[in-house]
């Protein structure tokens, strides 16, 4: 019944549907006021949902009557049949019953897997029932998080339902790319290291020469130090930046390599 608390002034059925083109005029009114027809008979359901949602689920019995309504209502167009579906599924979940929330969440996808609110809702029910893996839900939830503006239920609600699930995915694949990139550096360092300390080494220990025509190499061999210390800082500065990522930057990478 919380979920029901959250929902927000937005209004799914407001959105309107583009329909396919169809070829010639007649076929394409038709089609039009079709669809404006399964909007309406739609919104209707949708804003009696919406003002009378706690009498609705105030008993099972009441609640069962509606779903049963909304099952049974004659659409034609996809795009609104994946809206009722989601309806149904919004209402299962409600009253628990998840298994056939689930389903309906499907069929909502199956009709309109553009719209990112029955992703999300349907990769809370997946990490519910545990139909995927943790990764492929998290990947799901921050794609369409990202897309969501407005929804049913309020982005606050997906949040809180997958941010657990986020975040442990997120965090493995923050561990294992500050690994590779540790590991990175320090096989880089086995190089550079070295061939400081003994670049130091001979400029530290360098004898001048004391003769009129002697070469002095002292200056050439700092020099070399420098090019050689702003290498190694190129190198420091990259490890750096591999792995010093706010949260949102490591869930973008984490989106990124999926």
């Known amino acids: 019944m919380g979920t029901l608390s959250q929902l927000s002034s937005s209004d799914l059925g407001n959105k309107e549907p583009k329909g396919k083109k169809l070829v010639g005029s007649i076929h394409s009114g038709m089609a039009n006021e079709v669809q404006r027809n399964d909007e309406r008979v739609f919104q209707e359901y949708l804003d009696y949902f919406k003002q009378n949602k706690d009498d609705i689920f105030s008993n099972k019995d009441k609640a069962e009557n509606f ?3 909304l099952s049974n209502v004659k659409i034609t167009s996809s795009k609104i049949k994946a809206k009722v579906y989601f309806l149904i599924s919004v209402c299962y ?3 628990e019953e998840t298994s056939l929330s689930y389903d309906y969440a499907i069929k909502a996808v199956n009709n309109d897997s553009t719209e990112s609110e029955f992703n999300l809702l349907l990769a809370v029910l997946e990490n519910k029932l545990k139909t995927d893996t943790s990764s492929s839900i998290a990947i799901k939830a921050l794609i369409n998080l990202k897309g969501l503006y407005f929804s049913l239920l309020g ?3 997906y949040e809180n339902e997958l941010r657990n699930t986020i975040d442990g995915e997120v965090a493995k694949f ?3 790319k500050v690994s590779e990139a540790r590991n990175s550096f320090f ?3 086995l190089f550079w290291v070295p061939v400081l300390i003994f670049t130091l ?3 530290v220990n360098y004898v ?3 003769g009129w025509f002697s070469f002095n190499w002292k200056p050439f061999i700092f020099m070399i130090l420098l090019v050689l210390g702003g290498c ?4 420091i500065n990259y490890f750096i930046k591999q792995v010093n990522h706010s949260s949102e930057e490591w869930e973008e990478l984490f989106i990124n390599e999926h």
């Open 187 to 189: 096989l880089k360092s």
């Open 232 to 235: 190694y800082l190129i190198v």
């Open 201 to 203: 080494f001979k400029y």
């Open 67 to 69: 779903i049963s309504e």
């Open 208 to 210: 001048e020469p004391s």
């Open 174 to 176: 923050k561990s294992v």
């Open 93 to 95: 979940y409600a009253v």
């Open 155 to 157: 982005k606050t609600f």
